[in-house]
């Protein structure tokens, strides 16, 4: 998150300096001591971790109390967890799910008008039994203690009302106290953010001189105090964030007077204009980000070629609250810039925003790119490939211009919207890098694009086309992400089967991959409610083929999951609505005129397996499968374990992981005196490991080897396991017409 560390100082008459415990902040429900922040460099262990349980919101437009308490509590606090009043949360804090030490903060937010209540279980953390707190809410009164149970430090802020807890948290002593800012910092930090009044007008200029430094300014006409902020997801490693890039901020009135601008960190801003007036915002973005170690990857950050530059919006912009946004570009001559905004008619490199998230979650590139375009309908895609892929720019537009038809096809219409997708090369020779940021998508490759290759590019870029219906029209109201993530990742294969950019055999090898990762995995968690790739991503495509082929196989092939989506589509991407696990359920059921609820209640709500060995035998495949053994989870063996941001399973190479000791490309070849060749061998001798032990790591490192000594992280008694299946997945010798009839109407 960008965080700072901080120390707590309390400063007596004689000008001793002395360390203050954040224990010592409630050593009293009456005594609350502030001390100011003075930032130190100490380990980031040295700061409380904060628990905030808060009462749901009761519509999507209300106010989250997370965004609430975040700039007060941001910069004394290092790991930040907020959940809903539910007993597995409260579980989770106790048995080590959350990494929680003594002296850590626990809040707890109450209020009159919700459900959400302490579980009985826990009830010893309040400060004051309930009976005693519910009846002063009921007398009006707003309830704010502080105490100390199971060894945190505990804060409980309740109100008749939720709406009355907002005003709650920015007058809260303790709140006030566990910042450590004086009254006038603090006043400025909790006050309501003002209003942007008309349109607003960023101008970013970017010199042929130097294509790493964009300046940028903003005028917008203010109403009270202005909070301005910048987007800092993908860059928690670097401290403040984007704003690390970020110089020379200045703000002046209509008639060119400086206002200040008061920084509170982490990318936090605060503005106090005299009265209503126009305001100009005026600053400088180097981009240097290329050189930073942001944990998501070069596809989501700013990086220079000898085309231009690519930034993110998160990156570029400052912004606030507000809507109808133009942005206008200045750039060296012969330059262009590509976004996925509308470009405003007769005013070159000018386009039209409709609000700060459409500003800062998009990409774009300005340079002297090649510029394509596909389209299909109203929906547009703009393509910004770099010089570099020059011989490639016609395969790749042909591809998603493909993509746009069959899509088109399917759905039955298209949904009026531009997107833009971004296609580089990086040097990492055979590397795929893909990141995605709202209507945007990234593509670096280290090859070159061929006809011969397009199984190793085209899934990513169907799978994020797809999404442009499925996501981000047609939305869901809950835990429906197998559905936006699953099923699009189905069509991505089914897609490139039909366009030719994968062959029947690679399509199978597909499955075959969606099989082992599901059955690794289920029967732990439902695919509704899952989180991980193996059941989300690959359980919610096995939902999708297993239904695909029942429909087929029901309605003897003259009707398939492509009537879904198209209904699907008609109802919900049509209209505001959002749908839910029922409605899927019940379009499944019009279409194939069988009730189909027992599949979903078996295996998308419940744990059951998927009988896919059934449904794949109906297209002519055969399934085998022998679970082996039980390992630790692949995803917790890197990232937890080994303390590797990013692992390449081919070659196993190693990015983005200096904290603990690696360089960019090294390749692991030895752990613990054994020699490890791919990702399998990493998993399975990591079952003889012991989290906190000291083990020997071998890389080979420019042409050398290496050994490095690594402490095994993660907690040894709550180590995620899969199950090490072996599969096998063949095309029948013989097919009959049934099976004939159905795998071809799925890959044409």
């Known amino acids: 998150m960008g965080n700072k560390t901080y120390i707590w100082l309390l400063v007596g008459i004689s000008l001793l300096v002395l360390t203050l415990a954040v224990s010592d902040l409630f050593d009293s429900h009456t005594n609350i001591k502030n001390p100011p922040v003075i930032k130190r460099s100490i380990p980031k262990n040295s700061l409380p971790n904060i628990f905030i349980m808060e009462t749901p919101r009761t519509n999507k437009t209300d106010f989250s109390l997370w965004k609430e308490i975040l700039p007060i509590i941001k910069d004394v606090t290092w790991n930040k967890t907020g959940r809903n009043h539910e007993q597995k949360f409260y579980d989770g804090l106790f048995n080590g799910a959350y990494k929680r030490k003594p002296d850590d903060i626990l809040v707890l937010f109450f209020s009159l008008d919700t459900e959400a209540r302490i579980p009985p279980k826990y009830e010893d ?33 309740a109100a008749p009302t939720r709406s009355q807890l907002k005003p709650l948290i920015r007058q809260s002593k303790l709140l006030k106290a566990l910042s450590g800012l004086d009254e006038t910092s603090y006043s400025l930090l909790v006050a309501p953010s003002g209003r942007v009044k008309g349109p ?26 202005l909070s301005l902020s910048m987007n800092n997801n993908g860059a928690p490693r670097v401290p403040d964030g984007h704003a690390s890039f970020v110089h020379n901020l200045t703000a002046v009135d209509s008639e060119g007077n400086a206002l200040p601008i008061k920084n509170f960190g982490d990318a936090l801003w605060k503005v106090q204009p005299k009265e209503n007036q126009l305001i100009t915002l005026s600053y400088e973005v180097l981009l240097e980000h290329d050189k930073s170690d942001l944990p998501w990857g070069r596809d989501e950050a700013p990086y220079v070629t000898e085309d231009g530059a690519f930034w993110t ?74 010089n570099r892929m020059q011989k490639s720019k016609d395969l790749i537009q042909e591809a998603v211009q493909k993509f746009l038809n069959e899509y088109g096809e399917i759905f039955g219409s298209s949904p009026k919207i531009r997107t833009l997708i971004v296609v580089n090369h990086q040097d990492r020779r055979g590397s795929f890098d893909g990141g995605v940021f709202g209507r945007s998508i990234s593509v670096l490759m280290g090859y070159e694009p061929t006809e011969n290759n397009t199984q190793r590019w085209a899934p990513f870029i169907a799978h ?36 030719g950019m994968i062959d029947e055999q690679e399509f199978i090898q597909r499955l075959k991959q969606a099989c082992r990762q599901y ?30 082929i029942q429909i087929r196989n029901l309605t003897n092939n003259t009707k398939s999951l ?26 499944v059921n019009n279409i194939t005129e069988k009730d189909h609820t027992g599949f979903f209640e078996q295996y998308v709500s419940g744990t059951n397996e998927l009988p896919i060995v059934e449904y794949l035998s109906y297209i002519g495949l055969e399934l085998k499968k022998k679970v082996t053994e039980e390992l630790p989870e692949q995803a917790y063996v890197v990232h937890k374990m080994l303390r590797i941001q990013s692992l390449m399973h081919s070659g196993l190479v190693i990015r983005r992981s200096q904290e603990a000791g690696y360089q960019d490309e090294d390749r692991l070849i030895v ?21 906190g ?36 997945l063949e095309k029948t010798a013989r097919l009959n017409n049934s099976q004939k009839t159905i795998l071809s109407g799925i890959t044409r």
């Open 562 to 587: 492509d009537d879904l989506m198209q209904q699907m589509y008609l109802e919900f991407g049509r209209t505001s609505k959002k749908y839910a696990l029922e409605d899927v359920i019940r379009l």
């Open 671 to 691: 752990i613990a005196g054994t020699p490890v060749n791919n990702i399998n061998d990493v998993q399975t001798l990591a079952g003889s490991l012991r989290c």
């Open 200 to 225: 607003v007008i960023y101008t970013v200029i970017i010199s042929e001189e130097n294509w790493r430094k964009a300046k940028v300014s903003c005028q917008m006409e203010t109403e009270g105090v």
């Open 519 to 548: 059955l690794s995995k289920f029967g732990q968690t439902p695919i509704r409610k899952a989180r991980e790739y193996a059941l989300q991503y690959a359980g919610g495509s096995l939902v999708a083929a297993s239904l695909d």
């Open 693 to 728: 032990e000291k083990v020997s790591v071998g890389l080979l490192r420019d042409g050398k080897q290496i050994t490095l000594e690594i402490t095994v992280g993660g907690d040894q008694d709550n180590i995620p396991l899969e199950r090490k299946v072996e599969i096998s």
């Open 125 to 157: 953390l309040l400060p004051k039994p309930w009976s005693e707190i519910e009846i002063s809410l009921m007398q009006g009164e707003m309830v704010e203690l502080e105490g100390k149970a199971r060894d945190l430090n505990v804060i409980v802020l």
């Open 464 to 499: 994020e086309v797809f999404h442009l219906w499925n996501g981000q029209i047609i939305k869901h109201s809950g835990q429906e992400n197998w559905f936006s993530e699953g099923f699009t990742d189905y069509y991505a294969m089914v897609i490139c089967a039909r366009t």
């Open 313 to 386: 919006g998160r990156a570029l912009f400052i912004k606030t609250d507000m809507s109808d946004i133009t942005v206008r570009f200045n750039l060296p001559e012969g330059w262009h810039v590509t976004t996925p905004w509308q470009p405003v008619a007769n005013q070159p490199s000018t386009f039209l925003l409709e609000d700060e998230e459409d500003l800062t979650e998009s990409f774009l590139f300005a340079g002297t790119h090649i510029e394509e375009q596909a389209k299909v309908g109203d929906t547009e895609i703009m393509l910004a490939v770099g």
